[in-house]
């Protein structure tokens, strides 16, 4: 088990919570992040540094015997793939034990998305770096899939693509992810949610939750992304599974 975890990312929605569940598990956690908060969780350690402009890393690397990368910078998917790289390259010179790096079901076989083509990509540089390490793939999580169907718009009528998704639980992917990392694997994993749910299906649960009544449309548009989208690339139905559903996830959370 790892002795001091570096976690890129611990200040994030997944971040924040395997952070808890490592610290809780007994190991030293220490967090990553461009600028410290004003009252630091004691619980864990805290490193000042940006993997994207390479600042304080040298720092941040210092006696860690183990790196969860979480972070994202999904508005400069260029910069942050070479971000990526240098968190390798910090990781291989620091001689790290080991290296997860978290993946999302299905971008390899998703067109027309920079964001998704570099998250591809940072998985083919980990699998190239010579770094003993692990890739923990999820699907869409239930916040992220409600902030896309939310805008409701004031027409009468919804219009959503033709797509399939399988939105899972944050503090599942959580809990799954932190026993990934204790376990210290060394292959691909992949954790989903519960169903796999058409676009359409997931606007109307969010629509209900909303108190909202419109005619939810299923638009089928020839755009690469679209079509990739309608055959579930997103989707991974023999991945390990969460438990709790978007629809209840909308009904607690909302
Ligand atoms: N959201 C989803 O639906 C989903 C689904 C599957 C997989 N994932 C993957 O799960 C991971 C976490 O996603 P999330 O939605 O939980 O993230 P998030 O809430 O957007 O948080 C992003 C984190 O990245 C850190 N960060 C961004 N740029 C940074 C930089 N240059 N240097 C250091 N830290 C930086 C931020 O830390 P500070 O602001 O404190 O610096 C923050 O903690 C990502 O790898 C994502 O691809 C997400």
């Known amino acids: ?26 190991v030293t956690v220490r967090v990553l992040t461009r600028s410290l908060p004003a009252q630091p969780d004691p ?69 027309g998305l920079a964001y998704y083509a570099a998250k591809a990509r940072a998985e083919e540089l980990l699998r190239r770096s010579g770094l003993p390490a692990s890739v923990f793939r999820a699907t869409q999580f239930h916040p992220f899939v409600h902030s896309l169907l939310s805008d409701l718009g004031r027409l009468p009528l919804l219009p959503v693509p033709q797509g399939l998704l399988q939105p899972v639980d944050v503090d599942e992917v959580a809990a799954a992810l932190a026993e990934h990392v204790l376990r210290g694997q060394h292959d691909t994993e992949s954790f989903a949610g519960p169903q796999v749910l058409s ?25 690469p992304m679209l079509r990739a989208l309608h055959r579930g690339v997103l989707t991974d139905p023999g991945a390990a599974r969460g438990k709790r559903t978007f629809a209840e996830w909308l009904a607690t959370e909302k």
């Open 1 to 26: 088990m790892a002795r001091r975890i570096l976690v890129t990312g611990g200040t994030g929605t997944l971040g924040r919570r395997v952070t808890r569940e490592l610290a809780q598990a007994g």
């Open 43 to 111: 619980h864990y350690e805290w490193a000042e540094g940006d993997y994207v402009r390479g600042a304080g890393l040298a720092q941040a690397f210092e006696d860690v015997d183990a790196v969860l990368h979480t972070a994202h910078d999904p508005q400069q998917p260029g910069r942050d793939l070479a971000g990526v790289a240098r968190l390798h390259s910090f990781s291989l010179a620091a001689g790290i034990r080991h290296f997860t790096q978290v993946g999302i079901v299905g971008v390899e076989r998703m067109p």
């Open 199 to 223: 676009i359409a299906e997931l606007a109307g649960q969010t629509l209900a939750a909303a108190g909202q009544h419109k005619r939810v449309v299923s638009l089928k548009l020839p755009v």
